[in-house]
């Protein structure tokens, strides 16, 4: 059974920094690969962060670049994302998402409702101005 778990989402002020947590099981990191997705209130998911197996790449949406760092600890079967530089427009639902690891970074974080297959229940961040 695939599982993925976030853990590290909570109230933060503008400027501060978070680190959320992805546990993954139940699938083989080179069939999928993992990215961060969002969702603000009233909005459509985000795309935030994703891999790409193939060349190693990484994409992250211009919203965060420069401030957001993925990372996986594959031992631990865990991916991070930490995130700098909060600000009040970063506060939404942080999901991490499991697509297959054929498709390259920038086209799984700009069409992760239809290209993830697997999903977490999510963690909430909120950012206080």
């Known amino acids: 059974e695939v599982q993925l778990v976030e853990s590290g989402g909570g109230l933060v002020q503008a400027g501060g920094s978070l680190r959320l947590s992805c546990a993954a099981s139940?699938?083989?990191?080179?069939?999928?690969?993992i990215g961060w997705v969002r969702q603000a209130p009233g909005k459509e998911r985000e795309g935030v962060s994703c891999?790409?197996?193939?060349?190693?790449?990484?994409y992250y949406a211009d919203s965060v670049k420069g401030r957001f760092t993925i990372s996986s600890d594959n031992a631990k079967n865990t991916v991070y994302l930490q995130m700098n530089s909060l600000k009040p427009e970063d506060t939404a639902v942080y999901y991490c998402?499991?697509?297959?690891?054929?498709?390259?970074?920038?086209?799984?974080?700009?069409?992760?409702?239809?290209?993830?297959?697997?999903w977490g229940k999510g963690t909430l961040v909120t950012v206080s101005s």
């Open positions: 139940g699938f083989s990191f080179d069939d999928y690969v």
């Open positions: 998402a499991a697509g297959p690891s054929w498709v390259i970074g920038m086209v799984m974080c700009e069409n992760p409702a239809a290209i993830m297959e697997y």
């Open positions: 891999g790409s197996l193939g060349d190693r790449s990484t």
